[in-house]
């Protein structure tokens, strides 16, 4: 496994100018297509792209992302592609072994090939779209990907980078390959808690409980900032969909049409399975034991390119796989294979026609083909139908095992027995309370406690989800509210109630009178003045609120003591942690921790009567991927926050190298409420603007919206666009 030099040949041709790339002739043939091809920029900088065919359309829509930001446009392939250490250096070179171990560019080549001739045509439209940019923009200089493929989009079919992969802990994958497999063993992602939540929020409302009689939904997603762009695709072919696409990708992700709306939200269903294999070595090959016999491992040579010193170097790695999977890890001598989706052509299919449904019958017909690992689905229509499905590609798997964890794999016992088809998956439809949320948690209060889905009917592994507080907060305010209208969902997204400390501060409060009741010197004035703004805080959000600061500042600190006494192996939600915290810390430590918190906000900011705005800031001044931050340079206040508090409107915020206060960097991100009358009407956020170039109207022309949880109109109609157009144009113009 040492390295070795690439030739030179390799490596001056990835610095040559990316211009000399194209064919001429390829370069004339891009430009005829793009003369069927028109962008419209309104005076928010969204592109309304719009082409003859569907795969028109797709050439245009990449062309208008790379416009708005190449960088992140190269940024999703170069992790899809597995070559981050290309251009970031050896310490990514596990994380393009993990993708190597799941995505094979070969295999890739091939169903593109074997695609339907639709299926072809978009994607050659992608890459043409996306290439033609590059061939009209000289000045742009990529890091490493001078050519797009069209066969690339296999790689990444869900609209959410890596999908299932993410979850498999690089730590694991590096320990294993690395050769150190006796400490191989990281517990999933999803089960450190101590890291900020991402996910997303997605309601929907039904006529009945709807002031205008037609049903709306609410578009939420949570990632980290300007993850993906807004942006309406037409074409002649009737094609006409909305929303935020993840960029580099050439559907709508979570959007609407003139006829229904979808919103996924990251799902816990469990959709992939561990397995213990067995594995024995003779004369330098491995086998593993199924069915009471040996199988020879599979085996794969790679060779990871990696930059060190200016040096284009490469690591070589042998992969192995049984018939479950590849080979991830290690657990007590035995290894850790993954078995989990993988259908690209379906997932890219059903990722694309979902856009095109008119109603709940086609769109339910489209998830039949069960492409989508990593999601549940919020969905409405103008015929006034709201839905929700629990996941959707879902194994049908045998009774007796416990599926959270690894299971053996030394038998056909444990193999899956085939898809469970989509009538069989958890899911609600025209819900008696009028009302479908969904952030992330359990189905089984997706619609109240009267109307959702009742748990007994189903495998447990189909919904494995636990409740969390944005969950909590949805469904009291969902069902408080008899109608809505698209202002009062917008007031809904944004309830600023944190339900996170309905226990927490409660238990901070006795405790501390506990303490001030006994034989004791009186408390410091300050820490008695600071349980008083505590005692009297209603939980609510707001920018001048000091008791917000107060308590988010401590609560943090004192879920940080009882996370660091839960038993090893002991996972724990968020409501079980506090609760758990609660238990396991003595009155003493709570108040100590307060006092902590007094000291800490005095030293930052000169006082501890901080208001949550002076704190908790948006800003935003370079556009790049990994953006700075600075106390100095102007910021806005923000007076949402982090969703593991219960903030249906999420801002994830830390503080970086040289600040002190508070900076989001994850959380809400694009924003859709959405009615479906006989004219759909929309509005609509995005995370500071249109455009990732700093100085340019459309970096951060909707910040002060977006701080203050309001929205702006979408223009659907081509009447409606044409009277708010701030250029139009055809690509390469």
């Given at each position: 496994?040492?390295?070795?030099?690439?030739?030179?040949?390799?490596?001056?041709?990835?610095?040559?100018?990316?211009?000399?790339?194209?064919?001429?002739?390829e370069?004339?043939?891009?430009?005829q297509?793009?003369?069927?091809?028109?962008?419209?920029?309104?005076?928010?900088g969204?592109?309304?792209?719009?082409?003859?065919?569907?795969?028109?359309?797709?050439?245009?829509?990449?062309?208008?992302?790379?416009?708005?930001?190449?960088?992140?446009?190269?940024?999703?392939?170069?992790?899809?592609?597995?070559?981050?250490?290309?251009v970031?250096?050896?310490?990514?070179l596990?994380?393009d072994?993990?993708?190597?171990?799941?995505?094979d560019?070969?295999?890739?080549?091939?169903?593109?090939?074997?695609?339907?001739?639709?299926?072809?045509?978009?994607?050659?439209?992608?890459?043409?779209?996306?290439?033609?940019?590059?061939?009209?923009?000289?000045?742009?200089?990529?890091?490493?990907?001078?050519?797009?493929?069209?066969?690339?989009?296999?790689?990444?079919?869900?609209?959410?980078?890596?999908?299932?992969?993410?979850?498999?802990?690089?730590?694991?994958?590096k320990?294993?390959?690395s050769?150190?497999?006796?400490?191989?063993?990281?517990?999933?992602?999803?089960?450190?808690?101590?890291?900020?939540p991402?996910?997303?929020?997605?309601?929907a409302?039904?006529?009945?409980?709807?002031?205008?009689?037609?049903?709306?939904?609410?578009?939420?997603?949570?990632?980290?900032?300007?993850f993906?762009?807004?942006?309406?695709?037409?074409?002649?072919?009737?094609?006409?969909?909305?929303?935020?696409?993840?960029?580099?990708?050439?559907?709508?992700?979570?959007?609407?049409?003139a006829?229904?709306?979808?919103?996924?939200?990251?799902?816990?269903?469990?959709?992939?399975?561990?397995?213990l294999?067995?594995?024995?070595?003779?004369?330098?090959?491995?086998?593993?034991?199924?069915?009471g016999?040996?199988?020879?491992?599979?085996?794969?040579?790679?060779?990871l390119?990696?930059?060190?010193?200016?040096?284009?170097?490469?690591?070589?790695?042998?992969?192995?796989?049984?018939?479950?999977?590849?080979?991830?890890?290690?657990?007590?001598?035995?290894?850790?294979?993954?078995?989990?989706?993988?259908?690209?052509?379906?997932?890219?299919?059903?990722?694309?026609?979902?856009?095109?449904?008119?109603?709940?019958?086609?769109?339910?017909?489209?998830?039949?083909?069960?492409?989508?690992?990593?999601?549940?689905?919020?969905?409405?229509?103008?015929?006034?139908?709201?839905?929700?499905?629990?996941?959707?590609?879902?194994?049908?798997?045998?009774?007796?095992?416990?599926?959270?964890?690894?299971?053996?794999?030394?038998s056909?016992?444990?193999?899956?027995?085939?898809?469970?088809?989509?009538?069989?998956?958890?899911?609600?439809?025209?819900?008696?309370?009028?009302?479908?949320?969904?952030?992330?948690?359990?189905?089984?209060?997706?619609?109240?406690?009267?109307?959702s889905?009742?748990?007994?009917?189903?495998?447990?592994?189909?919904?494995?989800?636990?409740?969390n507080?944005?969950?909590?907060?949805?469904?009291?305010?969902?069902?408080?509210k008899?109608?809505?209208?698209?202002?009062?969902?917008?007031?809904?997204?944004?309830?600023?109630?944190?339900?996170?400390?309905?226990?927490?501060?409660?238990?901070?409060?006795?405790?501390?009178?506990?303490?001030?009741?006994?034989?004791?010197?009186?408390?410091?004035?300050?820490?008695?003045?600071?349980?008083?703004?505590?005692?009297?805080?209603?939980?609510?959000?707001?920018?001048?609120?000091?008791?917000?600061?107060?308590?988010?500042?401590?609560?943090?600190?004192?879920?940080?003591l009882?996370?660091?006494?839960?038993?090893?192996?002991?996972?724990?939600?968020?409501?079980?942690?506090?609760?758990?915290?609660?238990?396991?810390?003595?009155?003493?430590?709570?108040?100590?921790?307060?006092?902590?918190?007094?000291?800490?906000?005095?030293?930052?900011?000169?006082?501890?009567?901080?208001?949550?705005g002076?704190?908790?800031?948006?800003?935003?001044?370079?556009?790049?991927?990994?953006?700075?931050?600075?106390?100095?340079?102007?910021?806005?206040?923000?007076?949402?926050?982090?969703?593991?508090?219960?903030?249906?409107?999420?801002?994830?915020?830390?503080?970086?190298?040289?600040?002190?206060?508070?900076?989001?960097?994850?959380?809400?991100?694009?924003v859709?409420?959405?009615?479906?009358?006989?004219?759909?009407?929309?509005?609509?956020?995005?995370?500071?603007?249109?455009?990732?170039?700093?100085?340019?109207k459309?970096?951060?022309?909707?910040?002060?919206?977006?701080?203050?949880?309001?929205?702006?109109?979408?223009?659907?109609?081509?009447?409606?666009?044409?009277?708010?157009?701030?250029?139009?144009?055809?690509?390469?113009?």
């Amino acid at each position: 496994m040492r390295p070795f030099l690439l030739i030179s040949l390799v490596f001056c041709s990835a610095s040559a100018s990316h211009a000399q790339a194209f064919k001429p002739a390829e370069v004339a043939r891009w430009r005829q297509q793009a003369q069927q091809v028109r962008i419209v920029r309104d005076t928010w900088g969204v592109p309304h792209v719009s082409g003859k065919t569907d795969a028109d359309a797709v050439f245009g829509l990449l062309y208008a992302q790379c416009e708005d930001d190449f960088a992140r446009v190269e940024d999703n392939y170069l992790e899809a592609l597995g070559r981050r250490a290309e251009v970031e250096g050896e310490a990514a070179l596990y994380t393009d072994l993990r993708a190597r171990l799941f995505m094979d560019t070969t295999r890739a080549i091939a169903v593109y090939k074997q695609s339907p001739a639709w299926m072809k045509q978009l994607l050659d439209g992608f890459a043409a779209g996306t290439n033609y940019y590059l061939a009209t923009h000289p000045t742009v200089q990529p890091r490493l990907l001078r050519r797009f493929q069209p066969w690339m989009p296999l790689l990444f079919s869900e609209g959410s980078i890596g999908g299932n992969v993410s979850v498999v802990p690089v730590e694991r994958i590096k320990a294993f390959y690395s050769q150190q497999k006796t400490t191989s063993w990281q517990r999933p992602d999803f089960d450190k808690f101590d890291r900020e939540p991402t996910g997303s929020n997605g309601f929907a409302i039904a006529p009945g409980k709807s002031a205008s009689g037609h049903a709306l939904l609410l578009i939420n997603p949570h990632t980290s900032f300007y993850f993906r762009s807004e942006v309406q695709m037409t074409s002649q072919a009737g094609l006409n969909a909305y929303g935020a696409v993840t960029w580099g990708q050439f559907f709508i992700y979570q959007g609407f049409n003139a006829s229904c709306g979808w919103m996924h939200t990251s799902s816990q269903a469990d959709s992939m399975d561990e397995y213990l294999e067995t594995v024995t070595q003779q004369d330098g090959k491995y086998t593993y034991r199924y069915n009471g016999q040996p199988r020879p491992m599979q085996t794969e040579e790679v060779s990871l390119a990696y930059r060190k010193d200016g040096q284009l170097l490469r690591r070589k790695f042998t992969i192995y796989r049984t018939s479950h999977g590849p080979v991830v890890g290690e657990l007590n001598g035995k290894w850790v294979t993954v078995k989990m989706m993988d259908t690209p052509l379906a997932a890219l299919e059903q990722s694309y026609l979902r856009t095109k449904a008119t109603d709940y019958a086609s769109f339910q017909k489209v998830m039949a083909l069960n492409g989508n690992a990593t999601n549940n689905t919020v969905f409405a229509d103008k015929t006034g139908t709201i839905a929700y499905w629990h996941g959707n590609f879902m194994p049908r798997r045998p009774a007796g095992y416990d599926w959270s964890r690894p299971v053996e794999g030394r038998s056909d016992s444990t193999e899956w027995r085939g898809l469970h088809p989509v009538s069989e998956l958890v899911q609600v439809k025209n819900p008696a309370s009028g009302f479908i949320q969904n952030c992330n948690a359990t189905p089984y209060t997706v619609a109240g406690p009267a109307s959702s889905p009742d748990p007994a009917k189903y495998p447990t592994y189909m919904a494995p989800d636990a409740e969390n507080y944005r969950g909590i907060n949805a469904v009291r305010v969902l069902s408080r509210k008899q109608s809505f209208t698209l202002d009062t969902l917008i007031a809904a997204a944004n309830d600023s109630y944190l339900a996170g400390f309905e226990q927490l501060v409660p238990a901070l409060l006795s405790d501390y009178q506990l303490l001030a009741d006994s034989p004791r010197d009186p408390f410091p004035q300050e820490l008695q003045q600071a349980v008083e703004t505590l005692r009297t805080w209603n939980l609510r959000y707001a920018k001048t609120s000091v008791a917000q600061t107060l308590a988010i500042y401590w609560g943090e600190r004192v879920l940080k003591l009882g996370r660091s006494r839960v038993p090893a192996g002991q996972p724990l939600d968020y409501l079980s942690l506090t609760a758990f915290t609660i238990e396991h810390t003595t009155p003493e430590e709570k108040v100590a921790a307060l006092t902590e918190t007094l000291g800490e906000l005095t030293r930052d900011f000169g006082k501890w009567q901080t208001p949550w705005g002076e704190v908790n800031r948006y800003q935003r001044l370079t556009g790049r991927i990994q953006e700075t931050y600075d106390d100095k340079q102007p910021s806005l206040p923000v007076a949402f926050t982090s969703s593991a508090w219960g903030s249906l409107a999420a801002f994830g915020a830390k503080t970086y190298p040289g600040t002190t206060r508070r900076y989001g960097y994850v959380g809400n991100s694009f924003v859709a409420v959405v009615e479906f009358g006989p004219r759909v009407v929309a509005r609509s956020v995005v995370t500071g603007g249109a455009s990732s170039q700093p100085g340019t109207k459309h970096f951060t022309d909707q910040a002060p919206l977006y701080c203050e949880g309001q929205f702006k109109d979408v223009w659907f109609y081509p009447e409606d666009v044409a009277q708010h157009v701030e250029r139009a144009y055809r690509p390469g113009e």
